[in-house]
Each structure stands twice: as C-alpha cells, then as structure tokens.
Nanobody, 119 residues
Framework: QVHVVESGGGLVQPGGSLRLSCAAS????????ADWYRQAPGKERELVAR???????NYADSVTGRFTISRDNAKNTVYLQMNNLKPEDTALYSC?????????????WGQGTLVTVSS
C-alpha cells in the first residue's frame, strides 16, 4: 500500500510563488509517472502538469511558462513550482501517481492541498 500526501498550499498574493510537494510513502515501489490536477469551486477538475517515467513534462496552456513539475526519485516526491500566481489559480491541487511495485502498476490519489491566490 502506498500513501500519497500533498503539502505546500496556502494563501499567496497575486504574482507570488508556492512550491507544492507530493510525497509517496510505503515500501518496495517507485513512482512511474505523476500528474498534478486542480479543481476550483464550481468547476471541473483539470490536469495542470504531468511528468512521465522518463522525465518528460506536459502542461496545461493556462500554466505554461509559470509552473514547473519535477521529481526526486530518491525521495519518491514530485514537486510543482508555481510562479507568478494569479487569482484564477485558486483551487484544490491534487496529486495522482502511478507507482511501479515489482513491475505491477497501481494508481493513487492524494487528499489535496488548497491554494488561494488573493490580495
């Protein structure tokens, strides 16, 4: 069993920065790929960023150039660096990971971390 926990959310002013972390804990596994999703009040969940098993990255158009997804394989942790934040970035940010446990792929969601961008 793998446990996924996000952290790093909070209140920030427009133009500010935050770094979100997604830490996976357990034993005998490695993160295969990971996505950051967000869901704003009254809106559907949207994919924000993805990092593949080979380290390739993809971003939603709305965050390209402002957000950066990265991973630390030794720590089984994925990060989302968010710069130049805008009020429309306010949302619950959740991490979705595929983990590889001896060749078996399973998926897990974290509970999310709230990001509020407001002056």
């Amino acid at each position: 069993q793998v446990h996924v926990v996000e952290s790093g959310g909070g209140l920030v002013q427009p133009g500010g920065s935050l770094r979100l972390s997604c830490a996976a804990s357990g034993s005998g596994f490695s993160i295969y790929s990971a996505d950051w999703y967000r869901q704003a009040p009254g809106k559907e969940r949207e994919l924000v960023a993805r990092i593949t098993s080979r380290g390739a990255t993809n971003y939603a158009d709305s965050v390209t150039g402002r957000f950066t997804i990265s991973r630390d394989n030794a720590k089984n942790t994925v990060y989302l660096q968010m710069n130049n934040l805008k009020p429309e970035d306010t949302a619950l940010y959740s991490c979705y990971v595929l983990v590889d446990t001896w060749g078996v792929i399973d998926d897990y969601w974290g509970q999310g971390t709230l990001v509020t961008v407001s002056s």
